[in-house]
C-alpha cells in the first residue's frame, strides 16, 4: 500500500490516504497526476521543519483534482452497478467498490478548504 498525503494548517495532523499500488501506478498514469505540480515546501511536523515535495491545493488545482475524482467516480459507478447483480459476497463487493471508495475518500481530501498542500509520495 502507498500514501497520498493531505497536509493542513501548520501545526495539524496530515491525512493519509492509502491505496493500492495498482491504483496508486493508475493514478500516476493519468490525469491526476498532471494537475499541478510539485514544489518544495518547508512543512512543520511534530515540531520539526521538513522540505517536502508538495502540491499547493490553490483553488484552481483544488478544482481540476475534483473534477478529475468527480469524473472517475461516475465511471466507476456505473461498472460498479452493472457488475452487482453478478458478485454473491460481502468480501467480492469489497473488491468491486473499492477504487470507487477511494475516489472517494480522495476527493473529500481534495475539497476540503483545511487541505494546503497533497503529495503525491
Not at 515540531?47 to 461516475?74: C, H, K, P, T, Y
Amino acid at each position: 500500500m502507498l500514501d497520498l498525503i493531505f497536509y493542513p494548517q501548520t501545526g495539524q495532523i496530515p491525512v493519509y490516504v492509502e491505496v493500492s499500488e495498482s491504483l496508486y501506478e493508475w493514478l500516476a498514469r493519468s490525469e491526476f497526476a498532471k494537475v499541478g505540480h510539485s514544489h518544495l515546501r518547508s512543512i512543520s511536523l511534530d515540531g520539526e521543519e521538513l522540505q517536502l515535495s508538495v502540491v499547493d491545493l490553490e483553488q484552481d488545482i483544488r478544482q481540476g483534482l475534483a473534477q478529475f475524482l468527480r469524473d472517475q467516480i461516475i465511471e466507476e459507478s456505473d461498472r460498479v452497478l452493472g457488475k452487482l447483480n453478478e458478485l454473491e459476497s460481502k468480501s467480492e463487493v469489497q473488491d468491486m467498490t473499492y477504487r470507487l471508495r477511494k475516489f472517494q475518500e480522495l476527493r473529500k481530501c481534495v475539497e476540503n478548504p483545511a487541505y494546503q498542500y497533497f503529495q503525491r509520495v
